[in-house]
């Protein structure tokens, strides 16, 4: 079983749709739990921490279920820009003091007009 | 703009060469990384330094070989490599006394071809 699992896509969806991701991870000692963007044939960037409560920034929402061990990310009113693929990422903090960040393959978004 | 830069941003080399990759950051972080991503694939990590020492070795072949002389600089050695090792190679640093929540933040990367 992968770390990470998403659904690779793509997710087609016009311009204003509402459209969400899920993810689930295998190990039950991730302690923190993040989504990037990656545009083409760039390097992936933060786009969000995902907290316990669930937390929003602007039009993206993301939840997080301990219990089930699955991660969400909810974009409203798409935007063209925000086509992209999205990484579910998960992180184990070791007692060296260092972060292990562990990546899923991705989920590509493609907004059109 | 990027506060870690890798050097080059293309590189192509036969199986016999000799290269290194190099990453700069400009954040004061105390951790860097070194992550391969391949087509279709998720990143993959391939070495850990945390205050200048090796962390983490992710069962890399031998023919990639590290380096991390300070905190803000980090090296990948290749030499004699395979096809199969063309793709992004990622450097990433992050600040790891800042705890779990530490995000990471990545160069622009180098793309390599093996021929």
């Known amino acids: 079983r992968k770390e990470v699992e998403q659904d690779p896509g793509p997710f087609n969806v016009p311009e204003g749709a509402t459209v969400a991701f899920n993810c689930t991870y295998s190990n039950s000692a991730s302690q923190s739990f993040f989504w990037y963007r990656q545009d083409c044939r760039k390097e992936p960037k933060l786009l969000m921490s995902v907290y316990s409560s669930g937390n929003e920034d602007g039009r993206f929402t993301a939840q997080l279920n301990r219990a089930s061990q699955y991660i969400s990310l909810l974009i409203r009113d798409s935007k063209l820009s925000d086509s992209a693929t999205y990484l579910c990422v998960v992180n184990i903090r070791f007692s060296g003091g260092y972060n292990k960040l562990i990546f899923g393959a991705g989920t590509r978004l493609a907004v059109h007009p | 703009e990027t506060g870690v830069t890798q050097t080059p941003r293309h590189l192509v080399m036969g199986m016999t060469n000799k290269k290194s990759l190099k990453c700069e950051q400009h954040?004061?972080?105390?951790?860097m990384y070194w992550y391969k991503q391949s087509a279709k694939k998720p990143l993959e990590l391939m070495f850990v330094y945390s205050l200048e020492e090796r962390v983490e070795n992710n069962s890399v072949p031998s023919r990639f070989s590290p380096e991390c002389p300070n905190s803000s600089h980090l090296f990948l050695h290749l030499h004699t490599l395979q096809p199969e090792d063309s793709a992004l190679y990622l450097c990433?640093?992050?600040?790891?006394?800042?705890?779990?929540?530490?995000?990471?933040?990545f160069g622009n990367g180098t793309r390599l071809t093996v021929t």
């Open positions: 990433a640093s992050s600040q790891s006394d800042r705890g779990p929540n530490s995000p990471l933040h």
């Open positions: 954040l004061g972080h105390n951790a």
